[in-house]
DNA sequence: TGCGTATAATAAGTATACTTGTCAATTCCC
DNA sequence: GGGAATTGACAAGTATACTTATTATACGCA
């Protein structure tokens, strides 16, 4: 019975679930200390809602979600942060009353300009220990699982038709 | 200038943590569906840290923290709702009265044994969109990147010394 | 036209996952 | 042996990431 025990403990280390939660918790602290480091307070949430924004101006709250992949009450919160910072403005929709337009104000999109190379920049160190290669087969690897899975999750992606 | 938009957008999906962000959503979201199929309420958290305890009897909370990669913080209100539960049992350490021995009570040490294979058994369908090989391969590439940067996360891998 | 359905957002509640600060108990070191 | 440093836990605060319920508005259709 030890036996089982010991294994059952190395087993958990090599599960999906377990490994895909260390990593993200290894993308958010890097993200983290480089906000800090650019003496910065945002979350990579906020940087892909900046980000988002920035290419469809005006969009209300639950279009914004599908696009990101978030809940549509969580971007609600995240909003309100980002209005709070003065990043993004909220106007009520004149044709559908409810509905709330967001759009990036100047210093919304002046930090989203300033700091999108630096998350671009960053995105490799996420995967350190990895080579090149493995990188992009990693990266080729999530794509697939994530696009075939997008469904099963709380907050699927929506994109916008083109 | 819209073309670099266009670009800008596409690009944000390919990034690692975003793709890890999606992973773990789509893979927290699996577990749920599955515990609420057996009429639990159990969270991927508290079955990781059920797990470490069947291993551990009586460890305190920081080196429990440290075996499943938690903060020592977040795992105090972890333990706290499964002690509320009824699953685990916290004691006061007679040797060093900082400490809270951690163990599992009966009734957590049934549940265990009886959701450990419905967990395994969930684990691939976190990859459902990939082949035998590449599920393989991915596990293998996220703990080869995971182990590489273990100390870049707030909450590191802390194994036990064998 | 009006009524039921659908949708957008918010409110309230739960559970991670951290931060910083505090406190108590213990251990280290002189 | 006694003060300093360390350690374990908790408190309070922030930010996701959900759930369910509620409110307001809009839309479809008979």
Chains 1, 2 share one sequence.
Request: proline share 6%; aromatic share 4%; charged share 20%.
């Amino acid at each position: 019975m030890p036996d089982s025990d010991t294994h059952s403990q190395t087993q958990f280390h090599q599960m999906p679930g377990y490994l895909i939660r260390r990593l993200n918790q290894i993308s958010t602290s890097i993200f983290q200390d480089r906000m800090a480091a650019l003496q910065l307070d945002l979350t990579p949430v906020q940087f892909a809602a900046l980000s988002a924004l920035q290419v469809n101006p005006g969009i209300d709250q639950a279009t914004l979600a599908g696009l990101i992949a978030y809940d549509r009450v969580t971007i609600g919160g995240v909003i309100d942060r980002l209005s709070t910072k003065g990043l993004v403005a909220r106007s009520i929709n004149a044709r559908d009353r409810r509905a709330r337009q967001v759009s990036l104000t100047p210093e919304g999109n002046a930090l989203l300009h300033r700091i999108t190379p630096e998350v671009a920049a960053l995105q490799p160190s996420i995967l350190d220990g990895l080579t090149e290669a493995e990188r992009a087969l990693f990266i080729a690897l999530a794509q697939k699982a994530a696009a075939a899975s997008n469904d099963r999750s709380r907050a699927p992606l929506r994109p916008r038709k083109p």
